[in-house]
């Protein structure tokens, strides 16, 4: 299974920002869509957003509660996936986790995850 390494989370005051990374090692991220998923206390896990792969096209996804605040990127040369969270909001109080998404999904394990704590 692929797998994946997260960091960066931590707290942060309402409207503030944060940079999540995702490492992948043993396999290029550019064959597999790769994505961010969350779960907060007591609810189930969803999808955050999703870069997604698809005969050689690309393509990005956002769950509609962070659209226009979190951008999702990809950097080849360190096999790293990013967020980052802009105007972070208290529903935004998750653990965040990296995996494979979209066609891809299943492929990957879950990780530890980190947490993300918004609050004044």
């Known amino acids: 299974q692929l797998q994946f390494v997260e960091s960066g989370g931590g707290l942060v005051q309402p409207g503030g920002s944060l940079r999540l990374s995702c490492a992948a090692s043993?396999?290029?991220?550019?064959?597999?869509?790769t994505g961010w998923f969350r779960q907060a206390p007591g609810k189930e896990r969803e999808g955050v957003s999703c870069?997604?792969?698809?005969?050689?096209?690309?393509?990005?996804w956002y769950a509609d509660s962070v659209k226009g605040r979190f951008t999702i990127s990809r950097d080849n040369a360190k096999n790293t996936v990013y967020l980052q969270m802009n105007s972070l909001k208290s529903e935004d109080t998750a653990v965040y986790y990296c995996?494979?998404?979209?066609?891809?999904?299943?492929?990957?394990?879950w990780g530890q995850g980190t947490q993300v704590t918004v609050s004044s």
């Open positions: 870069i997604r792969i698809s005969s050689g096209d690309e393509s990005i």
């Open positions: 043993g396999f290029a991220l550019t064959y597999y869509s």
């Open positions: 995996a494979a998404c979209g066609g891809s999904y299943g492929l990957s394990s």
